[in-house]
């Protein structure tokens, strides 16, 4: 189904899909697109994020709030990438940025068609086959870090929390010794559940464990995407990523964000400080390129990275960084804020997706080493 109040994109759209074999119904906005639903069941959905009224991204909610089993393509103009962002992490399975050219209507298709394909048979899988599932998670907490890294200075802690008892999915959190003054920590989600999502979360870890240590942030981001794009196109994934890079003879911390914006940098005054520059997620566009921004970290300063399943959990933090700041007032140690902010993510309930937290705290002057304290996935 296309559902755009452009008749250029419109007939375009309808064109090329019924040339490739598509049965296609068409609708002019939201409210008609919701009740055609009730008689047409779409495989795919094409939804405009800017139609008046009912747009795109509130069409979207109401597809996923009914878990109607179909996959969403999100059209918007150039220039709307975060919305982009957003909206795959609330359900939508891929984006195609106006105007768009046929090759790059082909790769978001048959991206989309791979990730529904995928998705119907992991549903299958997860019917059939509980233990083995049970013994995937269990693989999957193993390719975390075992513990915390202690290092001069500076406290870190990570917690991964997955949304269900042997649930399996694409969070993960890495650090890495570069060098005796340079400590690497990336934390990524692949979007997506069950076995697709943790053999993907496995092969990105495995293929940044290589490109890191030669690299800085960006360049390290690029060459991972590259790697990955054949893998992500035949998959139908995404992945975001945020990559940091800690020198800690200066405090200096390089960065590098590849769609995942869940970051928080609260000074130790309690001032919160936006982080620059997010990119699309990897698996998007093949050609994005990646920016490298730096801060230096002042004693009593803390960065903290999360996942969505933080902000789904408590949507109120989704809008205003102020409120987790606020939270985390009176947290002296990076593992007391990541055992924080895991008690938030339970408080309202059963998670319903994974929650990932990384902490990482410039301590008082002296202070000489990390906190020490496991860094496990089952929390």
């Not at 220039?79 to 050219?101: S, V």
């Not at 991964?160 to 340079?182: H, I, R």
């Not at 995942?260 to 390129?289: K, M, N």
């Amino acid at each position: 189904m296309i559902v755009d109040d452009n008749p250029e994109i419109h007939c375009l759209l309808k064109a090329r899909l019924e040339a490739r074999g598509f049965i296609v119904e068409s609708a002019e906005n939201g409210e008609e697109a919701l009740a055609q639903f009730k008689d047409f069941s779409p495989d795919v959905a094409f939804l405009d994020v800017t139609m008046p009224r009912l747009g795109g991204l509130d069409v979207l909610q109401v597809i996923r709030a009914q878990n109607l089993d179909m996959a969403v393509v999100l059209t918007a103009p150039m220039g709307l990438e975060q919305m982009a962002i957003n909206a795959l992490r609330h359900g939508a399975d891929d984006y195609l940025r106006k105007p768009f050219d046929g090759a790059e209507f082909q790769a978001a298709l048959d991206r989309t068609i791979s990730r529904l394909t995928l998705a119907r048979q992991n549903a299958a899988l997860r019917r059939h086959l509980g233990i083995e599932l049970a013994r995937a998670g269990q693989a999957q907490a193993g390719l975390l870090p075992p513990a915390d890294p202690q290092v001069h200075g500076f406290e870190l802690a990570a917690r991964c929390v997955p949304a269900g008892e042997g649930e399996v999915g694409g969070d993960f959190y890495d650090w890495q010794e570069l060098s005796p003054s340079v400590l690497s920590l990336v934390v990524g989600d692949v979007m997506g559940k069950g076995m697709p999502a943790a053999l993907m979360m496995a092969t990105v870890r495995a293929v940044l464990r290589a490109v890191v240590p030669q690299n800085g942030p960006a360049a390290a981001l690029q060459r991972a995407a590259r790697t990955l794009d054949p893998d992500l196109a035949r998959s139908g994934s995404f992945v975001t990523l945020f990559h940091a890079q800690l020198d800690l003879a200066t405090a200096r911390l390089s960065y590098s964000d590849a769609g995942h914006g869940f970051v928080l940098f609260r000074r130790a005054d309690g001032t919160v400080e936006e982080l620059r520059h997010v990119g699309l997620p990897l698996g998007v566009l093949s050609d994005e390129v990646y920016r490298e921004d730096s801060i230096v970290l002042e004693p009593g300063d803390v960065l903290i990275v999360y996942s969505d399943g933080l902000t789904q959990a408590q949507p109120d933090l989704l809008m205003d960084r102020s409120v987790l700041a606020a939270l985390i007032d009176d947290a002296t140690s990076a593992a007391g804020i990541a055992d924080r902010l895991v008690e938030l993510g339970r408080a309202a309930g059963p998670l319903t997706d994974d929650l990932t937290i990384a902490v990482l705290r410039h301590g008082d002057p002296g202070q000489s080493t990390g906190n020490g304290s496991p860094a496990t996935s089952a929390v």
